[in-house]
């Protein structure tokens, strides 16, 4: 089963896969797809608010903000990682609980990185909200930093998320029952 949708003016099909018995997402997997990075990172920059420095969530929003990074000029970007680094000055963290990723994970934030952002215009970006489990470990992160968040954007909301006033968003996309309708 999938699901066709065209995302900044890219048809795709994405695959439904469960959740459980009852529940299906649409997989969207901007890896690799070099035509709907693009495309998306374009769409999201006309809808940004103005802002210092972008951070995502590693690692699926990684292409869409360093894409969106390029195509403003070469901006700098933070990434918040699933694990501590050697070369880490020192970790600030966050726990976080996906729809995509079983079991609790955390996210972490370089010290330096921090420093950086202090006092700074700080635009969050996914590829997808869904639950905004992810997007509250990332808020956690940048208000730990003496940053203020000035928006929320991502390329999909999905299921309660497109409903949420607070994210900016590109296309909604529902969740599925067990035979591929949308909820």
Excluded: W
Excluded at 61 to 82: C, T
Excluded at 145 to 165: F, S
């Amino acid at each position: 089963m999938e699901y066709k949708m065209t995302i900044a003016g890219c048809e795709r099909a994405l695959p439904l896969c469960p959740i459980n018995d009852e529940l299906y997402i649409g997989a969207f997997v901007i890896f690799g797809d070099p035509e709907l990075t693009t495309a998306c990172a374009k769409a999201l920059l006309e809808k940004a608010p103005d802002y210092d420095y972008m951070i995502t969530a590693e690692s699926k929003g990684i292409p869409i903000v360093h894409e969106m990074a390029r195509l403003a000029g070469n901006q700098k970007y933070f990434l918040a990682r699933k694990k501590p680094k050697l070369y880490m000055t020192g970790v600030f963290e966050a726990t976080v609980r996906s729809i995509t990723t079983e079991g609790e994970q955390k996210l972490y934030l370089d010290t330096a990185d921090a420093e950086m952002m202090r006092g700074k215009r700080i635009l969050i970006v996914d590829d997808v909200i869904s639950t905004g489990e992810s997007l509250k470990a990332l808020e956690v992160l940048v208000e730990k930093t003496g940053a203020e968040i000035v928006g929320k954007m991502a390329i999909l909301a999905e299921g309660d998320a497109i409903d949420r006033e607070d994210l900016i968003y590109l296309e909604p996309l529902p969740l599925f029952d067990k035979n591929g309708n949308a909820l």
